[in-house]
């Protein structure tokens, strides 16, 4: 069974930064390109980051481009969203996701919330 | 960017009932391997999303039949033939032709009358 646990959320302030990881099981890490995507409070969904399996070529959205980076660590499962420069609108709900051409598994999400 | 958008944003429905939930792309999601890149997923309060149906018709694992995934290019439905009390929840379509840089519909939430 795929499980993607989300951790590191929390309370940061403006201008701050934080890590927030994401450790898979149940199907072979290496082999999938992993997305984390957030959700605002009471808004919809934003795709944010994702990495590719092995080569660990990356793709960002816009809006948060020469802040937050991804990362991953196939002998340990995880992949990582470094976030830089927080501001209030990057307070969401961020959820790791595996991608098989689309996604379709998620996490359970981590809160991280900015805020002075 | 892809645009996604969804029509209605709100939908309440007698158990029983139908339902239908339009998607529109600004850009053709219709790949050259003939499928069409486009995710269907619903997300129950207090939960993550979860994926319905994928590639515009192919219901995922675990998902009743009686929900049902059309369309092609840039218009696409997703259709309840009887909505249950267990349906309530916000559904997103998402474009996935331009993987991984995934844009979604706004969300329509899906009330039991």
């Known amino acids: 069974e795929v499980e993607l646990l989300e951790s590191g959320g929390g309370l940061v302030q403006p201008g701050g930064s934080l890590r927030i990881s994401c450790v898979a099981s149940g199907f072979t890490f290496s082999s999938y390109v992993m997305s984390w995507v957030r959700q605002a409070p009471g808004k919809g969904l934003e795709w944010v980051s994702s990495i590719t399996g092995r080569s660990g070529k990356i793709y960002q959205a816009d809006s948060v481009e020469g802040r937050f980076i991804i990362s991953r660590d196939n002998s340990k499962n995880t992949v990582y969203l470094q976030m830089n420069s927080l501001r209030a609108e990057d307070t969401a709900m961020y959820f790791c996701?595996?991608?098989?051409?689309?996604?379709?598994?998620w996490g359970q999400g981590t809160l991280v919330t900015v805020s002075s | 960017d892809i645009v996604m958008t969804q029509s209605p944003l709100s939908l309440t429905v007698t158990p029983g009932e139908p339902a239908s939930i339009s998607c529109r792309s600004s850009?053709?999601?219709?790949?050259?391997?003939?499928?069409?890149?486009l995710h269907w997923y619903v997300q129950k309060a207090g939960q993550s999303p979860q994926l319905l149906i994928s590639l515009g018709s192919i219901r995922a694992s675990g998902v009743p039949d009686r929900f049902s995934g059309s369309g092609s290019g840039t218009d696409f439905t997703l259709k309840i033939s009887r909505v249950e009390a267990e349906d309530v929840g916000v559904y997103y379509c998402m474009q996935a032709i331009q993987t991984p840089r995934y844009t979604f519909g706004q969300g329509t939430k899906l009330e039991i009358k």
């Open positions: 850009q053709s999601l219709l790949h050259s391997n003939g499928y069409n890149y």
């Open positions: 996701a595996r991608d098989e051409g689309g996604i379709d598994h």
